[in-house]
């Protein structure tokens, strides 16, 4: 089973997604927040990533994840 990390801070897009997710046979493990999204990216097969995150934005935190998490997608 494919592995994604999700990080979303809205709760209705975040709830919808995954359950749709799911549905389609994907492990989701949803973040609210990218504090956590370096510890937990190692354990992904592919990273779904919100660009309007509180604290550090998604470009940022999609840079950072890209020199860590060598060979998984980021979308």
Do not use: N
Request: hydrophobic share 40%; proline share 3%.
């Amino acid at each position: 089973m494919t592995h994604i990390l999700y990080i979303e801070d809205d709760r209705d897009i975040g709830e919808w997604l995954t359950e749709e997710l799911s549905q389609h046979a994907y492990s989701v493990q949803w973040l609210k927040d990218g504090d956590q999204a370096m510890e937990k990216a190692k354990e992904a097969d592919a990273i779904l990533l919100d660009v309007m995150l509180p604290g550090l934005d998604g470009f940022s935190l999609g840079q950072r994840l890209k020199k860590r998490t060598l060979r998984r997608p980021l979308l």
